[in-house]
């Protein structure tokens, strides 16, 4: 047929899931126990391992759930489950600007509640309205917990004791609270009408596959209710993906791990590729999948394969494949105009583009959607870019961050990424510094305090040099020599008197100079500096006390005009309060003349 209508040629692909949560909470495991009680409840063909993916049929999703699920109520073929859980991945694998998986799972350690990597999955999936389910894991756990491995969650429940019972309901409850707190309306999944509204809660042990039953027949239910019409896709067309992995492998170079998300590729076809600069054309050499369990008669880990459709995980062997990115999109040409498919991707990756400065650090992460979700973090924190790239860091990064004006600037933030052997060389010899974290709050939070450390440094560094503000007077019957220097008893009245300190007394609104400390001593011992409140002997180079000086007169230390600005302006929250107040005395006497003075 030659109509390009996809209503005729459309089927139904897999909706494709991820799972994300925070460390620990069980994500390897729950994809472990999904996979593992799909094995042990269908026969042949229960799961189909991918590149990257798992898919698990309807049929074997329907024998797990047993009496909970009908597959007549069903029309989609299964669900198709990404390997790599975690927001990371998630965040990599995007489609035409929206995440690339079409549901998620949350997964949240009863015992532990939301973690910072918990908030930071709920942000990403706001962001991408990726609907999705939380799993409250490891409910086995709960004391007292009496476990019946693979039941629906409400039969065993009616299986604990009344403790038991309400102890879990005390933590789900505590997470329904924290999705709430997040904005989300959530409850137990049995009590949830529409899940596009609010967020079901499936208590699940991946420990004892109590609960997976209800998870997967949630999921399905959520993907054939709500998702449906998004998984109609012409399965025969030019197929569309995105790169989960750009990987070496033996015998075929630099191969792309990719996940399709739309129609079909084949082994002769002509793709284009996202690439560090252009978008790459290549013509595919092989397409491999993992070889089937049964067969593992050669020793070869994968099979060729002539064609794979959507949805499915995917391994691209193809020449000129070095510069591709984890993240980025493949678009198959076949029968399609080059340059409009080019286009496409070039239009892909320019939404993608992170916004950079004359001025900034250097970012480097290891995926696409994790350059851009550092980069949505740190305009946020309004830190400025000067470098964002996709890749290990090497010496050029390190070159970009040594030439930065500012200190603060030569820095290197660097999520999931390796540190190649020139660069850390250049490391040592340069004043950049190094910032690495796997998780992105906390890479930026690191940095943060960093600036925080440089910024309290300089302060002091200018503290230091700066003339501070110091009134004081000399004491009646204090005098212990007229002149040449003049020694006198002072008390300080405020701020701190230091020597060598040029002095001044208030004429009117003129400041005059009357000479310069140059020493202070208390009790005989010679001092760098006198506390306000205390009294100390001080030698006045300049005047001669009866003639410019009286006693009981009072003194100042004299701040130059820039001085007193930056105290003013700058450092006013880092001196003490009876420090500016002097500051504040002083000022004012000279704007009594001049109102713009230190301003
Ligand atoms: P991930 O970092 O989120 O992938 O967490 P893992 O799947 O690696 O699990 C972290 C730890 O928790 C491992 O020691 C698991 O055995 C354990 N674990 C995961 N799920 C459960 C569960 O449901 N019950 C119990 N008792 N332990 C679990």
Redesign the pocket.
């Known amino acids: 047929s030659d109509t390009t209508d996809a209503g005729d040629d459309a089927e139904l692909r897999t909706p494709i899931v991820a799972v994300l949560?925070?460390?620990?909470?069980?994500?390897?495991?729950?994809l472990?126990e999904i996979r593992g009680s799909a094995v042990t409840a269908g026969e042949a063909g229960a799961i189909t391992q991918h590149i990257g993916a798992t898919a698990v049929p309807l049929s074997t999703i329907s024998e797990i759930a047993g009496s909970l699920v009908d597959p007549t109520d069903f029309d989609l073929p299964g669900l198709l489950f990404i390997d790599t859980?975690?927001h990371h991945s998630f965040s990599t694998l995007r489609s035409r600007g929206g995440a690339l998986a079409d549901i998620a799972i949350l997964?949240v350690d009863v015992n532990d509640g939301f973690q910072p990597q918990t908030h930071e999955a709920i942000d990403i999936l706001k962001r991408t309205q990726t609907p999705f389910i939380v799993a409250a894991?490891?409910?086995?756990?709960v004391p007292g917990w009496n476990p019946n491995p693979d039941t629906p969650v409400q039969e065993t429940l009616e299986k604990q004791s009344d403790r038991a019972e309400s102890r879990l309901n005390e933590q789900l409850y505590e997470i329904i609270g924290q999705l709430s707190d997040e904005g989300f309306s959530a409850d137990m999944y049995w009590r949830v009408q529409n899940f596009r509204e609010n967020i079901g809660v499936v208590p699940?042990?991946?420990?004892?596959g109590e609960g997976i039953p209800d998870l997967l027949t949630v999921l399905m239910g959520l993907s054939q209710r709500y998702l449906k019409a998004e998984m109609s896709i012409d399965v025969d067309g030019p197929g569309v993906g995105t790169v989960l992995e750009v990987k070496d492998e033996r015998g075929f170079g630099t191969t792309l791990d990719t996940v399709l998300y739309d129609g079909t590729i084949r082994a002769d076809d002509t793709i284009v590729v996202g690439g560090k600069n252009e978008p790459i054309v290549t013509d595919v050499r092989a397409l491999l999948q993992p070889r089937p369990l049964s067969e593992i008669r050669t020793e070869k880990q994968f099979e060729q394969v002539d064609a794979v459709r959507a949805a499915a995980g995917v391994k691209i062997a193809a020449p000129d494949l070095d510069d591709a990115m984890a993240g980025a999109p493949v678009r198959v040409v076949r029968d399609r105009n080059l340059e409009e498919v080019v286009a496409e991707v070039r239009a892909e990756l320019a939404d993608i583009e992170v916004v950079t400065e004359e001025q900034g650090v250097v970012v480097k992460a290891d995926t696409l959607g994790s350059l851009e979700a550092i980069a949505g973090t740190l305009e946020e924190a309004e830190i400025p870019i000067v470098r964002a790239e996709v890749g290990d860091i090497a010496p050029r990064d390190i070159a970009v961050a040594s030439t930065a004006e500012d200190p603060k600037h030569a820095a290197v933030l660097a999520f999931n990424v390796d540190v190649l052997e020139d660069a850390e060389r250049e490391i040592e010899e340069t004043d950049v510094d190094l910032f690495a974290d796997d998780v992105i709050y906390q890479l930026v939070e690191e940095y943060e305090a960093h600036v925080e450390a440089i910024e309290e440094a300089q302060q002091e560094q200018i503290l230091d040099k700066i003339q501070r503000p110091c009134r004081f007077r000399i004491l009646e019957d204090h005098v212990f020599r007229q002149s040449n220097p003049a020694v006198v008893g002072v008390e300080v009245l405020s701020g701190t008197l230091k020597r060598n300190s040029r002095v001044v007394k208030w004429e009117g609104n003129e400041p005059e100079r009357v000479g310069e400390l140059k020493s202070l001593q208390d009790a005989g011992e010679d001092i760098d500096s006198a506390r306000a409140g205390e009294e100390v002997a001080a030698s006045i180079d300049g005047p001669t006390v009866g003639r410019q000086v009286e006693e009981g007169d009072e003194l100042w230390t004299e701040i130059p005009e820039k001085h007193a600005k930056v105290l003013e302006q700058e450092l006013a929250d880092e001196i003490p309060a009876d420090e500016l107040e002097a500051l504040r005395m002083y000022l004012d006497n000279h704007r009594k003349r001049d109102p713009f003075w230190g301003k």
């Not at 949560?21 to 729950?30: E, I, P, Q, Y």
């Not at 894991?137 to 756990?141: A, G, P, R, S, V």
């Open positions: 949560g925070h460390v620990d909470h069980g994500k390897t495991s729950l472990d859980p975690g997964v894991n490891k409910i086995d756990t699940v042990s991946a420990e004892t």
